[in-house]
């Protein structure tokens, strides 16, 4: 994956998960926002310079795997388990949502163990 960055640290225009055209949709409220992000920078840019930075999209896909599809698949399977053991309604939802919550337990460690380690790190790949 690549982007258009500006050299601070590394200024990345967020973009959303849909991917869509944000300046002219601005449904979801993420257009425009800045994030920081760390890069590697082998090519020597000074601050202030654009630059184009890439990204394994494998680490992306990963990360947006355990954030976007585990909590969910957690609830469908905590229904299915709890909708075996018992006839009541609100037992099979209870635990549908106990699991929800299971399966983010794993997003969070995710997420700390990539602001410890700084999983995820662009690469600057030219000057723009």
């Known amino acids: 994956m690549t982007r258009i960055a500006t050299v601070e640290r590394v200024l990345v225009a967020r973009e959303t998960a849909c991917g869509h055209d944000c300046a002219s949709c601005g449904g979801c409220g993420a257009a425009g926002r800045m994030i920081y992000a760390k890069a ?14 890439q990204s394994a999209s494998a680490d992306l896909l990963g990360a947006a795997a355990i954030v976007y599809l585990l909590p969910p698949a957690a609830f469908l399977i905590g229904y299915l388990i709890f909708s075996a053991l018992t006839d009541m309604t609100v037992i099979k939802y209870a635990g549908a949502v106990f699991m929800l919550f299971a399966g983010l337990i794993p997003a969070f460690l995710y997420d700390r163990r990539m602001r410890k380690r700084g999983d995820i790190v662009f690469k600057i790949i030219k000057l723009l």
Not at 40 to 53: C, D, L, T
């Open 40 to 53: 590697k920078n082998p090519i020597g840019a000074e601050p202030g310079q654009r630059v184009m930075i």
